[in-house]
């Protein structure tokens, strides 16, 4: 069974810092990326790294977030400095691999 959990949410002030985890079992994902989704919006990329460490990652987050992948433990993170109100969302973990596998979130609030 794959399964895709997410910890390290939670609520931060404007400025601060956050680090996203994501464990990964059951399979072994070509790609594995951040998504969020903000109330009434569409769930949007943040960013992804594949296997071999190539990342992309959104605009709005450039500079402040940085995506890295433990291979070995089957395990993505999303290290967030600079947060901002906006990016208060819920934030999912994804995985590719024969198919797309989505973790169940986990809330980020920034408070202004």
């Known amino acids: 069974q794959v399964q895709l959990v997410e910890s390290g949410g939670g609520l931060v002030q404007t400025g601060g810092s956050l680090r996203l985890s994501c464990a990964a079992s059951g399979a072994i994902f070509s790609s594995m990326g951040w998504y969020r989704q903000a109330p009434g919006k569409d769930r949007e990329l943040v960013a992804a790294?594949?296997?071999?460490?190539?990342?992309t990652s959104a605009d709005s987050v450039k500079g402040r977030f940085t995506i890295s992948r433990d291979n070995a433990k089957n395990t993505v993170y999303l290290q967030m400095n600079s947060l901002k109100p906006e990016d208060t969302a819920v934030y999912y973990c994804?995985?590719?691999?024969?198919?797309?596998?989505w973790g169940l979130g986990t809330q980020v609030t920034v408070s202004s």
């Open positions: 994804n995985g590719v691999s024969s198919k797309v596998y």
């Open positions: 790294i594949t296997m071999g460490g190539i990342t």
